[in-house]
């Protein structure tokens, strides 16, 4: 059973809001998402809340939003797609994730494995993020102010890690933190990016090409 989230303004933007998200939870299907507890934490979580009022009346299409400092909340169908990959193996006790932005993905996560582990670049969204994560009453959320390419080891091993942020190449750090059968879900590349799923094995790593995506790039350091 998924975590259920509070039901704090999870209707705020009004009863026309249901049918909306009816049909991006469609939509989803549509384009191949078939994991029902995923679509139901989707359907359940109230996106708008992670949005600028400005862009909130567009939470529940199925598009990229910008949430200031050039970054955007991803699309949900990404952010399905990547978390049907994570939970593909099985369920996951101990998750990374690269990334926080605005909290959305971190929410979903929340909701589905033991705890998330979130690791920040940029301050002033982490602290948003935060809020927002406390109003849904998700309490197994843990966050760091660091650069993500070099992982959280001091929480690790994880059985999963999810990268929201794409590099050039997978840093070494973030396989050296994965766990035997843990799988790490990232984009990478430059101009041209592909979502890639690597598990670990006994023997080594193992690369799954997903698909053509589109991310913003991980960049080093930090932003107060
Ligand atoms: N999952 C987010 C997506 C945000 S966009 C959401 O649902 O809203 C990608 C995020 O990765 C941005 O917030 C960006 O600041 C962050 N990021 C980029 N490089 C990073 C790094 N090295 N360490 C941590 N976060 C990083």
């Given at each position: 059973?998924?975590?259920?989230?509070?039901?704090v303004?999870v209707n705020?933007?009004?009863?026309?809001?249901?049918?909306?998200?009816?049909?991006?939870?469609q939509?989803?299907?549509?384009?191949?998402?078939?994991?029902?507890?995923?679509?139901?934490?989707?359907?359940s979580?109230?996106?708008?809340?992670?949005?600028?009022?400005a862009?909130?009346?567009?939470?529940?299409?199925?598009v990229?939003?910008?949430?200031?400092?050039?970054?955007?909340?991803s699309?949900?169908?990404?952010?399905?797609?990547?978390?049907?990959?994570?939970?593909?193996?099985?369920?996951?006790?101990?998750?990374?994730?690269?990334?926080?932005?605005?909290g959305?993905?971190?929410?979903?996560?929340?909701?589905?494995?033991?705890?998330?582990?979130?690791?920040?670049?940029?301050?002033?969204?982490?602290?948003?993020?935060?809020?927002?994560?406390?109003?849904?009453k998700?309490?197994?959320?843990?966050?760091?102010?660091?650069?993500?390419?070099?992982?959280?080891?001091?929480?690790?091993?994880?059985?999963?890690?999810?990268?929201?942020?794409?590099?050039?190449?997978?840093p070494?750090?973030l396989?050296?933190?994965?766990?035997?059968?843990?799988?790490?879900?990232?984009?990478?590349?430059?101009?041209?990016?592909?979502?890639?799923?690597?598990?670990?094995?006994?023997?080594?790593?193992?690369?799954?090409?997903?698909?053509?995506?589109?991310?913003?790039?991980?960049?080093?350091?930090?932003?107060?």
């Open positions: 059973m998924a975590k259920a989230v509070s039901n303004d705020g933007i009004g009863m026309t809001s249901q049918r909306t998200r009816e049909r991006l939870i939509r989803l299907v549509d384009q191949g998402i078939t994991n029902l507890k995923v679509l139901d934490v989707v359907r979580t109230p996106r708008h809340l992670f949005l600028d009022e862009m909130a009346h567009r939470a529940y299409e199925d990229a939003l910008p949430i200031g400092f050039q970054q955007t909340l699309q949900p169908y990404i952010v399905a797609r990547m978390t049907e990959l994570l939970l593909a193996a099985g369920p996951r006790e101990r998750v990374l994730e690269i990334g926080t932005g605005s959305y993905q971190t929410a979903i996560l929340a909701r589905l494995v033991g705890e998330v582990y979130s690791v920040e670049r940029i301050r002033p969204l982490q602290q948003k993020a935060r809020q927002r994560l406390r109003q849904l998700l309490r197994n959320v843990h966050m760091n102010h660091a650069d993500g390419g070099l992982g959280w080891p001091e929480r690790g091993p994880y059985d999963g890690i999810l990268a929201t942020a794409a590099p050039e190449r997978i070494e750090d396989l050296q933190q994965l766990a035997p059968g843990g799988r790490l879900v990232i984009p990478v590349g430059g101009e041209t990016q592909h979502l890639q799923v690597v598990t670990r094995t006994h023997e080594g790593f193992d690369t799954q090409i997903v698909e053509a995506v589109n991310f913003v790039p991980l960049r080093p350091g930090t932003v107060k």
